[in-house]
């Protein structure tokens, strides 16, 4: 506001209203310019000056109440008069508001200062509407419409001109009166009688009166679109009160009704309260006072999109035809952007507003003026091999021209601004979120094996539990022609936009990430449809069981099975998945053994294995390769448990590659040595090792394996005290327990034990009788203990040692039992915990006088179970040719379950064995050559005696099959006929 000679006026911080001004009052000269900031009424508007020459940065311009001297307008709705319109008071405004709102005026002070109250009195005039004409007196327009009328009338008017001035005021009560006699007579404004003056029926949202929620649908049933309000008071840049003035049928309900509206996309400092006692944020006044300059008491066009969480306030738009009040807000650094008010809005909006938000930060205006740019840990931009998917939204990327040497290389990152559904825990028995699966392949199916680059957004700290949080990266995704991944997921509705606090950090390409899901919500896909999700089950085959029922089928298909390699457990054994069958399995390569790769680096067990030499480069070299890949799997074979063993393939065309060969050919693979004795692997595998093995590639760089598994034999037998037989040892033994045709107990002709024993335990019946005390304190029946144990041998119950088998279990009757070895004769039985077992003496325990049956297997033989009928001849023949005989045993060794490796030969017939004439009846066959080599290895001559016993089984078992004998009598007999493969 200036005077003629436009001299500055200076005033304290201005208030809005000027009531909350707690400065002086501002002294205006008695002529000067000013702008028309509001109009409060038909004959009051708020004047704005200019701010003085050299104010601090952010100083409010000075502010005024003036009101027309000797005028007055109808009074506008306030708690004074009940909040009810004198009649034609708003319309009375609004005549006021849109003539002179934002418009210089000059004015001319008539009172101020303690005359005044807390306004100044004089008069306004506006430039008149043509050039040439002279300014127009606003209080007589208003008049002369009808929106006001004079204070005085006839004898109260100034009469004379005595005094300096009294002639302007008289002219100008003489206009204002001619003003009014005009009015009257036309019957304009207040005067009207048809229609008559205008009194709002006002309402407020929330109050009783309409709701936000009502408001916004109606309004977007009725497709109208923006709707005319006018911008009533500023809370803060961008928080209004609107009053709807817009008389379009479809809005008729709503009309005079007044909202609060919040400015969609932005987010402005927060004003204080002086009645709460609370302060304004800071630049939150110069974000007021920047909107109230532009909007303040503006007809304009507003959109409205939705309402907040409370449904008290509606949040949209504000249509100006000069541009986005929200851009020029965040532009000038005053606001930062809000995104959830911002996902209401058009997408296609959305970049101006971030781009505008995005200079201020850079030039660390206002609000951003202590700004930095997130700082990372590492580099901002990474390019790589996706290696593996972890989640929906992360991957590990092996950074190119970094070796693979451990997982510690890799790059977990995360898509920024991205979240996916949640995958399970079968653990926890957490369940996987709906479209959980789906996301995780998809972005496989975009990711996996391919080049990809990464432009990293910012960094999280994510909690682990009890281990040191993890500084995770987040970044945007790119694959190929595809500059976002991330998009894509949200783009088909398999992953959501992430909502972010207003000051968080966020993707580069957010807005283009809202748009995507605002798009796949209008196609209603996936995630967004009205379609109840449904998980596809898949059925498990990793249980033996279930796997050795299931083979069949998949082994007898003609065709190779596609499958998606779900786990690499080593560099030959894996987890598929099998779509076409729907289900999942563990597979091995057949013939392949890989070293055992040590326990992932997130692993907290103490007892996991270390890695054997190569066994984690195997890993990572099938990792590489085959995880998560779609790959072809031909299977052969199914072992016991559970594991489908065959062929794997990867690529197509003339890039199919099988991987077997290719681990093998790198020396991250051996051939299984038992599979090469019997003659099973293929020859193009046999010359793929020879290869290598020649090349001392990988694991043949390193010493022998099989010599080096040899010397783990050893050092195992020497731990547990086994002696390497020297020599053949050749003892005079009897039967005393047979189990089948080949496992028997015997007792050593002579032993002195034996009869020592006897009495022992006759002396030991006699002291305790043959009925068990019941509980005994101290009596341990845990499994491999020695007891005393019950047994009727026909001539009477007696008390014998005993070993304990298994755990107690209760039978059919209730009744305590347990499994328990006889171990001076060989015979199992299984007895009453209470009245059958109690506590052994010390004396008679196996340290002082060590089992005196011996358990022991025919040498280089195989037989059928017991409960076959070739197997129950075979346990028959050998008791006739035995039982209650002293034989000659030739003790070879002593195999892994401890059982004497022996042959028997009897008195009548010493120059074969019991061995050779079982295999001549047909009722046992001949061992395997590996087993043959296992037996020889043990003895000090190189097995010499072995291998001449095996010439002559197997001259017995070709002469057995020849003539269809025992178990030959139906043709050859497989090898699936064998149970187990020991010697």
Known sequence: MTDETKAPITNGRPAHPPKRNNSPPVVLPTHGTAIVKSALSGDTVILLGRIPAGAPPGTRPPEVLFTFER?????????????????????????????????????????????????????????GLNEGDGPRNLAVESVTNGWAI??????????????????????????????????????????????????RNMSNAGDGGFSCEALVESLKQAKVGPIQCVIEYIFDGSKFRLQIVDER??????????????????????TGSPRLGTQSE???????????????????????????????????????????????????????????????????????????????????????KGYTAPKLSGDSEIQGTVVEVLTGDTVSILPNNVPYTCDLVLKKVSMA????????????????????????????????????????????EIPLGDRTPETRQFGTIGIGKREDVGAQLVSEGLAETQRHRDNDEKSSRYDELVAAEHRAKELKKNRHSDKEYTKTSIN??????????????????????????????????????????NCTIVFALEYLRCPQAGPPITSTRKDSKKAEPFGDESKRHAKLRIHQRTVEIIPHNVTKGGVITGQLFVGGGAARTDIGMELLGSGLARLDQIKVDYGEVPKHLLDAQ???????????????????????????????????????????????????????????VGDASIAVMEESMKLFTKTHGTVAPGEQEGLDVRPGKIVAALFNDGAGKSWYRAKILGRPAKDAKGKNKVEVLFIDHGNVASVPVETHLRILDEALGTEKIPAIAKEAKLALISVRSIEEDDGYDAANFLQELCWGKELKATIYALNDDKQLVVSLASPENPKTTINVELVKEGLARRVKDFEVKQVGRQMSDGGNAVVKMAKELKVANDKARKGRMGMWRYGDVGDDDEEERKF
């Open 282 to 368: 800071e630049y939150a006044e110069e974000a007021r006072h920047f909107v109230e300059i532009r909007l303040l008491h503006r007809e304009l066009a507003v959109e409205l999109l939705g309402v907040d969480k409370n449904k008290s306030c509606v949040v949209g738009n504000v249509l100006h035809p000069r541009g986005s009040i929200g851009t020029e807000l965040l532009k000038n650094g005053l606001g930062r952007m809000s995104d959830w008010t911002g996902r209401m809005m058009d997408p296609a909006q959305v970049p101006a507003l971030r781009a505008a938000e995005t200079v201020a930060k850079r030039g660390t205006l206002k609000i951003w």
């Open 150 to 199: 004079p204070k005085v009338f006839g004898s109260e008017m100034v009469s004379g001109g005595e005094k300096e001035g009294e002639d302007e005021v008289r002219d100008y009560e003489r206009a204002l009166q001619v003003a009014f006699s005009e009015a009257k007579t036309g019957m304009v404004g207040v005067h009207s009688v048809d229609p008559t003056p205008l009194v």
């Open 249 to 270: 049928p479809e809005v008729q309900q709503y009309i005079h009704g007044n909202v609060t509206l919040i400015m969609a996309g932005v987010s402005c400092p927060r």
């Open 690 to 748: 020879t290869i290598s093995q020649t090349s001392k590639k990988g694991i043949w760089s390193l010493e022998d394996p099989e010599a080096a598994a040899r010397k783990q034999r050893e050092a195992r037998a020497a731990a547990r005290g086994d002696a390497k037989p020297k020599e053949l040892t050749v003892s005079d033994v009897t039967l005393s327990e047979i189990r089948d045709g080949s496992h028997f107990f015997f007792h050593t």
């Open 540 to 581: 498990d085959l990793s249980d033996p069981r279930k796997a050795q029922a299931y083979a069949g089928s998949l082994i007898s298909q003609s065709r190779p099975l596609k499958a998606i390699v779900d786990y690499v457990f080593n560099g030959s054994r894996y987890k598929l998945t099998i779509p076409s069958e």
């Open 71 to 127: 005028v007055t307008a109808p009074r506008m709705a306030s708690k004074s008069n009940n909040n009810v319109d004198d009649p034609g008071a708003f319309s009375s405004r609004e005549f006021l508001r849109r003539l002179v709102v934002g418009k210089p005026v000059s004015f001319e002070t008539r009172r101020q200062g303690a005359t005044a109250g807390d306004r100044v009195y004089g008069l306004l005039f506006l430039k």
């Open 417 to 460: 601004s991205v979240r996916s559904p949640r995958l399970g825990n079968e653990k926890t028995g957490k369940v996987d979120e709906p479209y959980a699966a789906e996301c995780k392949q998809r972005l496989i199916n975009l990711t996996i094996g391919k080049q990809c680059r990464v432009t990293i957004d910012y960094e999280r």
